[in-house]
């Protein structure tokens, strides 16, 4: 089984049209939405949820009021300022402290320093992760809750549960849309893969971004390739990342041109190459080719490491 992970520097580079597009011409896949942040492949591929499970990324303190005896020790020393004196009273004092789940961090430290061991934990419920069916084949999915953190977490559940789903039905690739950035979710999302393909725009800000992603797909040990989306909307900053992603090995796998079709077709919830037969989707047609033939040289191991 390979794992293909595409990610950006930035969200909104076009990185989800591609994964939607690469997800219709694949011949047996599974899709993993990991960009959980920001989840949105959903609104292409329309999946039917057929399995969900609660995702808990930590847990939170929550103090025991029949327990507590005001002392205000925990308070002092929240450094998140999550703790108030505005609980319930019991048979020995009229107030108590009581915790805001959102603000609470989990570090522990109230329950540590509490002396009437007043301070419980509880894993709380971050968000959902979703299996489901797709016109594209199987697609796993996760929503993370308002607020919530952890989401690399949630990511390697994603890709887990996206493995798994591969085994069972005899799917031979793992197309991930991956979290954009170089922060948690991403190095999450690349982490293990067989290839990357970094999709970026010909804008100072791309150019940037795609330093700093390649950095970090170097340092995994990522095979990695470069796709620029929208080339023809500045081709003097097309030339300019090229030439930095020759000077720093990294192939090409294809440039696409800016077109509003792309729009149209989101609009109507169909990847580019369900809604066009020519144009732009010609341009996708080539990207996918150049990636499948790089998954099948030598060069891309099991381990997703280069040989
Ligand atoms: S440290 Fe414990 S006893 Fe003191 S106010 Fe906090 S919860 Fe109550
Ligand atoms: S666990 Fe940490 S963040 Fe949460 S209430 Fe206790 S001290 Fe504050």
Not at 1 to 9: A, H, L, N, R, T
Not at 24 to 36: F, G, N, S
Not at 284 to 300: F, G, I, K, Y
């Amino acid at each position: 089984m390979k794992e293909v992970v595409i990610i950006s520097g930035k969200g909104g580079t076009g990185k989800t049209s591609i994964v939607a597009s690469f997800a219709a011409l694949a011949d047996k896949c599974v899709v993993a939405d990991a960009d959980v942040d920001a989840a949105d492949l959903h609104l292409i591929l329309d999946p039917t949820i057929v399995r969900r499970e609660q995702f808990s990324g930590g847990s939170r303190a929550r103090i025991m009021s029949g327990h507590c005896t005001a002392c205000g020790k925990c308070e002092e020393i929240c450094r998140f300022d999550a703790i108030t004196y505005d609980g319930p009273g019991n048979g020995r004092v009229s107030r108590t402290y009581r915790i805001d789940p959102i603000a609470c961090e989990g570090c522990a430290v109230c329950a540590y320093f509490c002396a009437e061991h007043a301070i419980e934990f509880a894993p709380v419920v971050n968000g959902q992760l979703f299996v489901s069916e797709t016109r594209c084949g199987p697609m796993v999915h996760a929503r993370l809750g308002v607020a919530e953190e952890n989401s690399g977490k949630l990511v390697s559940l994603v890709r887990e549960r996206a493995r798994e789903t591969a085994k069972n039905r005899k799917r031979d690739l793992v197309l991930i849309d991956g979290s954009p950035g170089i922060g948690c979710p991403v190095i999450a999302s690349i982490t293990g893969a067989d290839l990357a393909l970094v999709v970026t725009e010909p804008t100072l800000s791309g150019l940037h971004d795609l330093e700093r992603v390649s950095d970090l797909t170097r340092h995994f040990r990522v095979e990695t390739l470069i796709c620029i989306n929208k080339w023809d909307i500045n081709e003097d900053l097309t030339l300019e990342i090229e030439a930095l992603a020759r000077r720093r090995g990294l192939k090409l796998a294809g440039r696409v041109r800016y077109d509003r079709a792309i729009t149209e077709a989101q609009i109507r919830r169909q990847s580019i190459v369900e809604y066009a037969a020519d144009g732009v989707t010609a341009d996708v047609r080539q990207l996918w080719a150049n990636v499948v033939e790089t998954l099948r040289s030598p060069n891309v191991t099991a381990t997703g490491t280069s040989s």
